[in-house]
């Protein structure tokens, strides 16, 4: 603390807010080589890219939503009914290891355990005579989604920028010089996959074509066609058998349109080639600026929605990777604000209505066997994906997940039935284009049964932040789904006697006292989730006034769940038994799932909890890979620790391989699990967010941990639950000086504050008086924790705030400023 407010003393002076609005550039003074973590990733939610830069051999990486191996299939275990009842009785005589063997042989799937998310292939540009250049430059404006690569040759500048155009849905290259008739190159496809066929056609377009791979016993049916052509100024055009020739041209544009046979997970009958013809066929005739300045006018509409400004020091100045490299030396706000904001640009890059959900790796994947085949993991790094979304005023890019959710609903039934004998609907830890709901990867990952549970809050999120009731009704038998699945899966604890899932484990963790098995009963992520099924599914039917029959039933059932514990150590538990151990430094920290996503751990509610949940993460340390690190600024947001959740920002932002267990990210700002995993880069920016403003409790919270490094700042744009914006916030010296608030719901607004405020009116403002009456900010009474008789727990000292009371009219704006 000591050593960081020095640190501002010293670089106060050259601390600049908004006198000179810096760039939201990444920027290299070299090529990427063959190295495609330092390639620059471009997308529209459809279609992404990786652009090297590299300058006599350019590569662009591509990438279509819908190119993933295998096709409509399902990997359900039936024989996990027969064997459940002997799985459950070994895990309450504690025989973890009998019972983890009997899981991998009767329930984990033995059909496919995903498929994989494929590349498309590359186009190459082969620049013949510009091995020897001179004032290079690459980067992506993340303010425009366009990368650009300028260098000299022969006293000519050559440029190319490129992009993925939003409302056209092709990628444009556009390739100049400052010197008429010096652009000469050749166009070139190349793909990984085994059938493809690479041909140029008579009216010079550049074609791929290709199906995807054949993986663990599903055929690879998904036929991809792409297509490429060249529009020049001056010069001339040829072919060869599978390249295109540009000689002496002034300028080029290359139109890249992708497609696939894909329709939904179950029906690939489209017309790939159709489909890519006509993309391109609509793009091509319009002229470069035309389609520029569409694509930059859709993509801002969302970009531009949130700005940033933590101040700018001298650090601006320089490189991207050399800011990187020198962020845990030296005070670079600004670099944080790129960061943050690069998050939502990839967010939006790869999320799009009416396209797949960013996976593991967004959009972006050069591998034919990615890490984790670049699936859907969904007992965190899919959920964690989605983090930004509402509070980032990305609402709409929530979409592509919520499909999946409803897709899951309908393949989770069978899952469900065939193999528990249960209503409803449910998932397990993993899934994939094709909807797959059974267990994957082995009983110590794979037996996880809470992943439709954990999704479905993302359905009752979105109506938080928008108070639409007819999305609500059209989600609700979604809800109800999931928590029926509950009600006919859960099992009476022999011993205790709570009503618990089982079998069930702590996501990718084991107890040591468990002998390496994670299988166990009732673990407190489990009952977390269950807890949280039930609640929404409650809250959701009494908002529409109906199904109360049910809701009743849902709280008898929900009173005899498992409360949460704190054990000897001080700690939350993450198993139902106190057998935590306080030198695990495990990466997943999966029962704090009740603090964040969750708000069943409050600061104000469950004082104790959220002690314990505090031992907890200092006994797991800051150690942890990429995505970990992510969720730990959360948390420490949670804790109200600014300076620690700064802590673990600086973590984030270290270049791989300088972290003691992994984790950092690489120099496109690529978080690194490692390998790369885009889960962790969301996951900071909602760590971000948490950090300046929080709504999961029954108030706005302003402000809850701020660091100390960022004393002045102003943010604008973020969403709230109940429809609530914060057009405007701006801090100077810590202390909060104007706030400006639209209420686009109504209703009451609570805002818990750092400082005291007056509205502009001069009126002083209403104390914060008994429950919120905002339907929105609705809290559930959380069971009182059982604490361990050997525990010395004791609630934390909080920061004196101030909770004040507006009432607000829908779609009238609010003006608050310091006394």
């Given at each position: 603390m000591k050593k960081t407010y020095v640190v501002c003393l010293l670089l106060i002076s050259c601390i600049g807010f908004s006198q000179e609005r810096q760039k939201l550039t990444l920027w290299y003074k070299q090529p990427a080589g063959n190295i495609w973590e330092n390639a620059l990733p471009i997308g529209n939610g459809f279609l992404g890219a990786m652009v090297y830069g590299n300058v006599e051999k350019e590569t662009i990486q591509l990438n279509e939503h819908t190119v993933w191996s295998g096709s409509p299939n399902r990997n359900d275990n039936p024989d996990a009914l027969a064997a459940l009842p002997m799985v459950r009785k070994l895990i309450f005589e504690g025989k973890y290891k009998e019972a983890e063997k009997l899981t991998n042989q009767s329930i984990v799937t033995k059909k496919s355990h995903g498929q994989m998310f494929q590349p498309v292939g590359n186009l190459h540009l082969t620049f013949e005579g510009h091995q020897q250049f001179s004032n290079y430059r690459r980067?992506?404006?993340?303010?425009?989604?366009?990368?650009?690569?300028?260098?000299?040759?022969?006293?000519?500048?050559?440029?190319?920028?490129?992009?993925?155009?939003?409302p056209d849905r092709v990628i444009v290259v556009r390739l100049t010089a400052d010197k008429a008739n010096s652009l000469s190159f050749?166009?070139?496809?190349?793909?990984?996959?085994?059938?493809?066929?690479?041909?140029?056609?008579?009216?010079?377009?550049?074609?791929?074509?290709?199906?995807?791979?054949?993986?663990?016993?599903?055929?690879?049916?998904?036929?991809?066609?792409?297509?490429?052509?060249?529009?020049a100024d001056g010069g001339n055009i040829s072919i060869t058998d599978t390249s295109v020739v540009v000689k002496n041209a002034n300028t080029a544009t290359i139109f890249i349109s992708i497609a696939t046979n894909f329709n939904k997970y179950d029906d690939i009958s489209g017309d790939e080639n159709k489909r890519a013809s006509e993309y391109l066929n609509k793009a091509f005739p319009k002229a470069y600026p035309v389609i520029l300045k569409g694509h930059i006018a859709a993509y801002q509409q969302y970009f531009n929605r949130v700005k940033l400004d933590l101040g700018t020091t001298d650090a601006v100045k320089l490189p991207t990777d050399e800011r990187l490299k020198n962020f845990n030396k030296s005070y670079d706000p600004h670099f944080v604000t790129l960061y943050y904001q690069y998050g939502r640009y990839l967010l939006i890059s790869s999320s799009q209505p009416g396209g797949q959900p960013a996976n593991l790796q967004g959009i972006w994947n050069n591998k034919l066997r990615p890490a984790w085949d670049s699936k859907y993991t969904i007992?965190?790094?899919?959920?964690?994906?989605?983090?930004?979304?509402?509070?980032?005023?990305l609402s709409e890019l929530h979409e592509p997940l919520l499909k999946l959710i409803r897709e899951l609903s309908e393949t989770g039934k069978e899952t469900a039935k065939v193999m528990y004998g249960a209503r409803g609907w449910m998932a397990h830890h993993n899934t994939d284009i094709w909807r797959i709901n059974g267990p994957v990867d082995g009983a110590f990952w794979g037996v996880w049964n809470a992943g439709g549970g954990w999704l479905s809050q993302h359905l009752w999120e979105h109506y938080l932040y928008n108070g639409d009731k007819k999305y609500l009704a059209s989600v609700y038998p979604i809800l109800k789904g999931a928590a029926t699945f509950y009600v006919d899966f859960l099992v009476e604890h022999p011993k205790y006697h709570w009503l618990v899932v089982a079998p069930a484990n702590s996501p990718e963790n084991a107890p040591a006292a468990h002998e390496g098995s994670s299988i166990d009963a009732g673990t407190t992520m489990d009952n977390q989730i269950v807890y949280d099924v039930f609640s929404t599914t409650i809250r959701a039917a009494e908002v529409l006034g109906s199904d109360l029959a049910f809701v009743d039933s849902l709280k008898q059932i929900r009173s005899k769940l498992a409360p949460m514990h704190i054990g000897k150590h001080?700690?939350?538990?993450?198993?139902?038994?106190?057998?935590?151990?306080?030198?695990?430094?495990?990466?997943?920290?999966?029962?704090?799932?009740?603090?964040?996503?969750?708000?069943?751990?409050?600061?104000?509610?469950?004082?104790?909890?959220?002690?314990?949940?505090?031992?907890?993460?200092?006994?797991?340390?800051?150690?942890?890979?990429?995505?970990?690190?992510?969720?730990?600024?959360?948390?420490?947001?949670?804790?109200?620790?600014?300076?620690?959740?700064?802590?673990?920002?600086?973590n984030q932002l270290t270049p791989l391989g300088i972290n003691a267990d992994g984790g950092g990210t690489y120099n496109n700002l690529f978080d690194a699990h490692p390998p790369f995993q885009i889960d962790g880069n969301f996951g900071c920016t909602s760590g971000i967010t948490e950090m300046l403003m929080q709504s999961a409790e029954d108030a706005i919270h302003l402000l809850p941990a701020l660091p100390d490094v960022w004393t002045s700042g102003s943010i604008r744009g973020l969403r709230a639950k109940g429809g609530f914006e914060i057009v405007a916030m701006e801090w100077k010296d810590t202390k909060l000086v104007k706030l400006v608030v639209k209420s686009n719901l109504g209703g009451n607004l609570r805002l818990r504050l750092p400082n005291k405020l007056q509205l502009s009116t001069g009126a002083t403002l209403a104390k914060a008086q008994g429950k919120n009456t905002n339907p929105f900010y609705q809290l559930e009474e959380i069971p009182k924790a059982i604490i361990s008789e050997k525990s010395t727990i004791q609630p934390l000292e909080l920061k004196e705030t101030f909770l004040f009371d507006v009432a607000t009219q829908r779609g009238k704006v609010y003006t608050f400023s310091i006394k």
């Open positions: 980067e992506l404006d993340i303010e425009k989604a366009v990368t650009t690569t300028t260098y000299a040759v022969g006293g000519v500048t050559y440029t190319r920028e490129a992009f993925v155009s939003f050749s166009a070139t496809y190349s793909s990984p996959h085994a059938k493809k066929s690479i041909a140029v056609t008579p009216n010079k377009e550049l074609t791929l074509a290709a199906t995807t791979a054949d993986h663990e016993g599903v055929k690879g049916l998904v036929r991809l066609k792409g297509i490429a052509k060249i529009k007992n965190i790094n899919t959920e964690m994906n989605y983090w930004p979304a509402e509070k980032t005023n001080n700690q939350l538990q993450e198993w139902l038994d106190d057998v935590d151990d306080p030198n695990d430094h495990h990466r997943h920290i999966s029962h704090l799932y009740g603090l964040f996503p969750s708000n069943q751990i409050s600061a104000y509610r469950t004082p104790e909890l959220f002690a314990a949940a505090k031992n907890t993460l200092l006994q797991r340390s800051d150690v942890s890979t990429g995505w970990s690190m992510g969720w730990k600024v959360n948390w420490w947001a949670k804790m109200q620790d600014g300076n620690h959740a700064y802590k673990l920002i600086q």
